[in-house]
């Protein structure tokens, strides 16, 4: 079987299992839609989900260009700057110590109700896998290699560019996959907790005015908006790895 088809059968799949739950125990509408029902209100609400989506997408994808960006220079700053590790790993702990849930009353009061918010709530998740994943990838290269790189007169800058990055790859791949998985999780809060667009402030209004099957059909498109961006990144992280297929899988 193609594994092109895999997703596409898991999906009907699922489509299935939701529409036998709701006959097989009568569930009323405005607990749980069918999906006839959602597919309908797709359709029927397209341009209104299309103007909220774009606005969560934005805030994904600059919250994970930034969370990238930082979380890859914290590991590098972790290699080579043996005196400030001690200081910078709590730091970096201490991202994730505490629930984003609980700081984004704190992050709207800062950064106020705009797409600033969400971006930085999403940043903050995804920097902590990006940066763990690539510091272990980077103090994980082949001790022999870099033995040999020095032996030939490499300085650090060749090195990194030539021995520890393509090495570091694989494992920066996976922080990145993870980083995808739970980048609607940052912008999604956000705008639950305060916002005036976005699937999330779409939702909550929709709960608002018991409109299920909208909010459900907000909630699907925002879940087919990030696994599309999980598969295209999967695709595009095994085209730029080659020479690690089988880690990359």
Same mark, same amino acid.
Request: proline share 6%; hydrophobic share 60%; charged share 10%.
């Given at each position: 079987?193609?594994?092109?088809?895999? /997703?596409?059968?898991v =999906?009907?799949?699922? +489509?299935? !299992? @939701?529409? $036998?739950?709701?006959?097989l125990?009568? %569930?009323?509408?405005?607990?749980?839609?069918?999906?006839?029902?959602?597919?309908?209100?797709?359709?029927?609400?397209?341009?209104?989900?299309?103007?909220?989506?774009?606005?969560?997408?934005?805030?994904m994808?600059?919250?994970?260009?930034?969370?990238?960006?930082?979380?890859?220079?914290?590991?590098?700053?972790?290699?080579?700057?043996?005196?400030?590790?001690?200081?910078?790993?709590?730091?970096l702990?201490?991202?994730?110590?505490? /629930?984003?849930?609980? =700081?984004?009353?704190? +992050?709207? !009061? @800062?950064? $106020?109700?705009?797409?600033?918010?969400? %971006?930085?709530?999403?940043?903050?998740?995804?920097?902590?896998?990006?940066?763990?994943?690539?510091?272990?990838?980077?103090?994980?290269?082949?001790?022999?290699?870099?033995?040999?790189?020095?032996?030939?007169?490499?300085?650090?800058?060749?090195?990194?560019?030539?021995?520890?990055?393509?090495?570091?790859?694989?494992?920066?791949?996976?922080?990145?996959?993870?980083?995808?998985?739970?980048?609607?999780?940052?912008?999604?809060?956000?705008?639950?907790?305060g916002?005036?667009?976005? +699937?999330?402030?779409?939702?909550?209004?929709?709960n608002?005015?018991?409109?299920?099957?909208?909010?459900?059909?907000?909630?699907?498109?925002?879940?087919?908006?990030?696994?599309?961006?999980?598969?295209?990144?999967?695709?595009?992280?095994?085209?730029?790895?080659?020479?690690?297929?089988?880690?990359?899988?």
């Open positions: 079987m193609k594994d092109s088809l895999k /997703p596409l059968i =999906l009907i799949g699922l +489509l299935l !299992l @939701w529409q $036998g739950i709701i006959t125990f009568d %569930v009323p509408p405005y607990i749980v839609p069918e999906p006839g029902a959602v597919f309908d209100r797709m359709i029927d609400d397209a341009g209104l989900l299309l103007e909220h989506t774009l606005v969560t997408f934005s805030e994808l600059l919250g994970l260009f930034l969370g990238v960006l930082f979380g890859i220079l914290m590991a590098l700053v972790l290699v080579y700057f043996a005196r400030v590790r001690p200081w910078l790993l709590p730091l702990l201490i991202t994730q110590a505490i /629930p984003v849930f609980a =700081l984004a009353p704190v +992050l709207m !009061l @800062w950064f $106020g109700y705009g797409m600033a918010s969400k %971006v930085v709530m999403t940043v903050l998740i995804i920097f902590f896998p990006v940066a763990t994943c690539c510091y272990d990838g980077l103090r994980h290269t082949h001790q022999g290699w870099l033995d040999l790189a020095h032996t030939m007169g490499g300085n650090s800058w060749s090195m990194l560019r030539i021995i520890r990055w393509p090495a570091a790859l694989p494992a920066l791949a996976s922080g990145l996959r993870v980083a995808v998985v739970v980048a609607p999780i940052g912008a999604v809060v956000g705008e639950w907790v916002s005036s667009a976005g +699937l999330g402030y779409l939702m909550l209004q929709a608002a005015r018991l409109w299920v099957d909208l909010m459900f059909a907000a909630l699907t498109v925002l879940a087919v908006c990030s696994v599309s961006l999980y598969y295209l990144t999967d695709s595009l992280l095994r085209w730029l790895i080659p020479w690690q297929e089988n880690t990359v899988h």
